[in-house]
């Protein structure tokens, strides 16, 4: 059976129905000033760990298909800078990724060889990088960013998928050689869920429940080569108040396990493992409601590449292996008045 994908919808993984074009959120700012806090923690013993449950057949992706392949389908959309979407959009040949309709793909999209220390046995893996992130073609010399989104409107299509069912996530990410990375401080990469809240929010006479991109964020500092030396860190996205927080440090040339569990009563777990092994509890970074909001549906994950729009400048060539979509209730005992102890 084949599935139309409309580029048009934003919700799970399409892009925006024409009536209502649903919009990411802004540019990542810089992080807030919290102390990078590395000491171990163990998540709450009621939250799900990212990657348990039962994985959602049809999506995810290992990127093994020696025939795997992105068709771009011409110039991508720069809607957030000039209303221009120009369709009809990109998609995989395996119809599990889509360009997003506001700031659309990565300039480079394809299946290459998974890097020294992925999963045992993986071939394949997918990388992602940006060269023209505003306009293409016009360069900005400003800091702009691509979106790609997981298609999860082939499995779900015609409904949403409620908070309820404790969605939760699971992404590798392959750390390159510091020296590929692009010589910009700030924000490099993203992995992001869209969820829409419970409350409304009326825009244009149009009437709607409130969207949200929570995640993380790779935040990039370069050294001077002589008093600094070039480092890594994760950001969180966000706490109550929309603020970027400081998370663990990131070593070169190396994988890690990224994992997002939303849980009933509208927290965000966030986790991070060095490697590509299944996250445990002691993986867990931190809990928070972002920016105030309780989920009512999940929406989709993607992820963000980040460079100076200058038309020169490569953004750094991010790897992407083995990413899956899980769903799993939460405890029935634990409820909104129980949240999770960050500190």
């Keep these: 059976m084949s599935h139309r994908v409309s580029r048009r919808l934003f919700v799970a993984g399409s892009l925006a129905a024409a009536s209502q074009l649903m919009v990411f959120g802004a540019m990542a700012a810089p992080p807030h000033p919290e102390p990078d806090k590395e000491e171990k923690r163990r998540a709450p013993d009621w939250v799900p760990i990212p990657g348990t449950g039962r994985k959602v057949g049809g999506l995810g992706d290992d990127f093994e298909d020696e025939k795997w392949s992105y068709y771009?389908?011409?110039?991508?959309?720069?809607?957030?800078?000039?209303?221009?979407?120009?369709?009809?959009?990109?998609?995989?040949?395996?119809?599990?990724?889509?360009?997003?309709?506001?700031?659309?793909?990565?300039?480079?999209?394809?299946?290459?060889?998974?890097?020294?220390?992925?999963?045992?046995?993986?071939?394949?893996?997918?990388?992602?990088?940006?060269?023209?992130?505003?306009?293409?073609?016009?360069?900005?010399?400003?800091?702009h960013q691509d979106d790609f989104l997981h298609n999860t409107g082939?499995?779900?299509?015609?409904m949403q998928m409620p908070i309820s069912w404790t969605p939760n996530v699971?992404?590798?990410?392959?750390?390159?050689?510091?020296?590929?990375?692009?010589?910009?401080?700030?924000?490099?990469f993203g992995f992001r869920l869209g969820l829409r809240a419970t409350h409304q929010k009326e825009k244009d006479g149009v009437v709607n429940y409130e969207e949200y991109w929570p995640g993380f964020f790779i935040y990039f500092q370069p050294g001077n080569g002589r008093d600094t030396i070039d480092s890594a860190f994760v950001q969180i996205r966000s706490d109550e108040y929309g603020r970027d927080l400081r998370g663990p440090s990131l070593k070169e040339n190396c994988w890690y396990t990224f994992g997002m569990t939303v849980t009933p009563e509208g927290?965000?777990?966030?986790?991070?493992?060095?490697?590509?092994?299944?996250?445990?509890?002691?993986?867990?970074?931190?809990?928070?409601?972002?920016?105030?909001?309780?989920?009512?549906?999940?929406?989709?994950?993607?992820?963000?590449?980040?460079?100076?729009d200058d038309g020169r400048t490569w953004s750094t060539p991010w790897i992407i292996d083995d990413t899956w979509?899980?769903?799993?209730?939460?405890?029935?005992a634990h409820s909104a008045a129980k949240p999770p102890v960050n500190r």
């Design 72 to 143: 771009p389908a011409g110039q991508k959309s720069s809607f957030d800078i000039d209303k221009d979407q120009r369709l009809p959009g990109g998609i995989s040949a395996n119809r599990l990724w889509v360009e997003a309709a506001l700031r659309g793909q990565p300039d480079v999209v394809k299946r290459v060889s998974t890097p020294p220390g992925g999963i045992e046995g993986s071939k394949g893996s997918m990388m992602l990088r940006s060269l023209y992130s505003g306009i293409p073609g016009r360069p900005s010399g400003q800091v």
């Design 170 to 188: 699971i992404t590798r990410v392959y750390m390159p050689n510091f020296k590929q990375w692009e010589r910009r401080q700030g924000n490099s």
């Design 325 to 332: 979509l899980y769903v799993s209730n939460a405890p029935v």
């Design 154 to 158: 082939v499995m779900i299509a015609g």
């Design 267 to 308: 927290y965000v777990h966030y986790f991070l493992r060095e490697g590509v092994e299944a996250i445990e509890r002691d993986d867990y970074i931190v809990s928070y409601r972002p920016y105030g909001y309780r989920p009512r549906v999940f929406e989709t994950f993607f992820y963000n590449t980040v460079c100076m």
